[in-house]
DNA sequence: GGGGAACCGTACCGTACGGTACACTGCTTG
DNA sequence: CAAGCAGTGTACCGTACGGTACGGTTCCCC
C-alpha cells in the first residue's frame, strides 16, 4: 500500500539465492541462534562482507530470506470460469491441503517462529513482512474462491472476509501454533488429506446454499437459509 | 509424566512473584531482548546473584514466568451439574470469550512469541511447557464442558479432542498467530463477545443436536444427524 | 595483456550478555 | 549481643556475535 512500484520486488541473482537458500537451511537446523552471519558466511562458502554488501545487515538478510521464501510459494491462479458445484467444493479441498502443507513445512515453521520472535521489541518489521509477503497471497487466492463459489450460487455470506476467517479457522484449528511451540502433530493430523476434506465440509455445513433443481438460475442465492451471520 | 510427587509445583515467595511479576512487564515492553538479567535485577532492586540462586539460570527464569503467569489464570471449574440447554450453550459462549481474552492478553502474547523463538533450536522446553502449562488447562475445561454437553443431549461427537479442535479453530481463526506476528487486530475483532457468540453459533449448527419434545430422555441422543465425522 | 570490479577468507573491533565472585547490610535467632 | 543467614550492589570474566577492514584471487571487459 506504500509501495509505488510494487512490480518489481527486490530480486536476487542466482548466488545471492543459494546464500539465501543455505540460510534457510542454517535457520530450520538451528533457528534463530543458529542464524549468524559468520555461519552463514561459512556454510555458504562467501564472505561476510559480500552478505553486507548484499542484504545490508542482518535484518536485511532475514527479510530477504522471506521474500525470497514466499516467492517460492506462489499460490497457483484463481479459478478462470465460475466453478461448477463439485469443482468448487475441490477446489475448496485443494486449497485446504495446500494451506495445511504450507504451514507445517520446515522453512515456513522456522522463519514464523523468526519473525514471531523479533515481534515482541520496538519494531516488528519481519512479522509485518511475513503476514505481507507469506500470509496475504494465501488469502486473496481464497478470498477469490470464495467469491466465485458465492456468485454460482454454492455458498452464502455476507462479508467475505469473515467467511475466509472461519474458513482458515476450520482448516487450521490449533495445529499452527502448537507446531510454532515444537508439539509434534497429533496421529489424525499427518493425513492432511482427510483433514482436508472434513474441514471443507464443516465450512459448506455453515456457509453452503442446498443446490437446487434450476441450478441454472443461481442469481439470488444468497438469501439461502445457511446464513446469519449476526452482527 | 515423569513427575512422582506434582500435587507441588514449585512455588515462589512472595519476593520471588515480585520479582516474577517485573519480569515479565520488562518482557512484555522489550520482547525477548528486553529481558536481560541485569535489567530485570536492576528494574526489581535485587541482585544477579539471587536470580541464579532462586532460578538456577536464565532458562530457569523464563519457565518459571510461564508456570507464574499460567497460575494466575486458572480456569474456572467445571460445570458441577449436567447443564440444561441454554446454560450449556452460555458455558460454551463464555469459554470462547475467555479464551480470546486470554490469547490476546499481553503476557500472554510475550509468553508465547518467547518460547515460539525459542522452540526453533535443539531444547524447545519453553513450548513444551507453554504447551503443557498455559493450554492443557484450558483443554481440559472445555472437554469437560463438552462431554457434560454430550451427556446431556445437547451437541453429538465421536471424538471430543476433535470436537474440541473444530471448536477452537471457529473461536480463534487466525487471530492468535496474527497478533503474535504482530498484526493488529480487525474492527470487528474486538467485539470479544460477539465474537463468541457467533463461534459458538457456528459450533452448535455443526455439533448441535436439535432439542427434542421429551428432553428428559437424552440417553441415545448422541446418534442425532448432525456429526458425520470421517475418518 | 592490463585494469578493475566483484568476491573470498580471515583477522579484527566493540559491545552486550550470561554467569560468578565478593564485600557490605540488615534482619532473625539463640 | 553475637552469630549467621539472606540479600543487595557492583565489579569482573569469558564468550559470542554483528559489523568492518584488508589482502589475495578470479574473472570480465576494454
Known amino acids: 500500500m506504500d509501495q509505488v512500484a510494487p512490480a518489481a520486488p527486490p530480486e536476487f541473482s542466482a548466488r545471492q539465492n543459494d546464500v539465501l537458500e543455505v540460510a534457510l537451511r542454517l535457520l530450520v537446523e538451528g533457528g534463530d541462534k543458529g542464524l549468524t552471519t559468520a555461519g552463514i558466511a561459512r ?8 552478505l553486507y554488501k548484499w542484504f545490508g ?8 530470506m522471506i521474500t525470497y521464501q514466499s516467492s517460492k ?3 497457483a491462479a484463481g479459478p478462470g470460469a465460475p466453478p461448477e458445484r463439485a469443482a468448487f467444493r475441490a477446489l475448496l479441498v485443494t486449497f485446504a491441503e ?3 502443507t504450507v504451514l507445517s513445512g520446515d522453512v515456513s515453521l522456522a522463519l514464523n517462529r523468526l519473525a514471531i520472535g523479533e515481534a515482541g521489541g520496538a519494531e516488528a518489521r519481519l512479522g509485518g513482512l511475513v503476514l505481507k ?4 497471497p494465501i488469502e486473496a487466492r481464497a478470498r477469490a474462491l470464495l467469491e466465485a463459489g458465492r456468485a454460482a450460487g454454492h ?10 476467517h472461519t474458513l482458515y479457522g476450520l482448516i487450521v484449528r490449533d ?3 502448537r507446531l510454532l511451540l515444537g508439539d509434534r502433530p497429533e496421529p489424525g493430523e499427518t493425513d492432511r488429506r482427510a483433514r482436508a476434506a472434513t474441514a471443507i465440509d464443516q465450512f459448506l455445513r455453515l456457509f453452503g446454499v442446498p443446490p437446487r433443481a434450476d441450478e441454472t438460475k443461481p442469481e439470488r442465492a ?3 437459509q445457511a446464513v446469519t451471520n449476526r452482527v
Chains 1, 2 share one sequence.
Open 222 to 224: 444468497a438469501a439461502g
Open 98 to 100: 495446500d494451506l495445511l
Open 73 to 75: 510459494v506462489r499460490a
Open 57 to 64: 545487515d542482518r535484518d536485511g538478510l532475514l527479510a530477504a
Open 175 to 177: 495445529l499452527h501454533v
Open 43 to 50: 556454510a555458504a562458502n562467501c564472505s561476510k562482507e559480500s
Open 155 to 164: 455458498v452464502a455470506f455476507a462479508d467475505t472476509g469473515d467467511a475466509y
Open 133 to 136: 509477503a507469506g500470509r496475504r
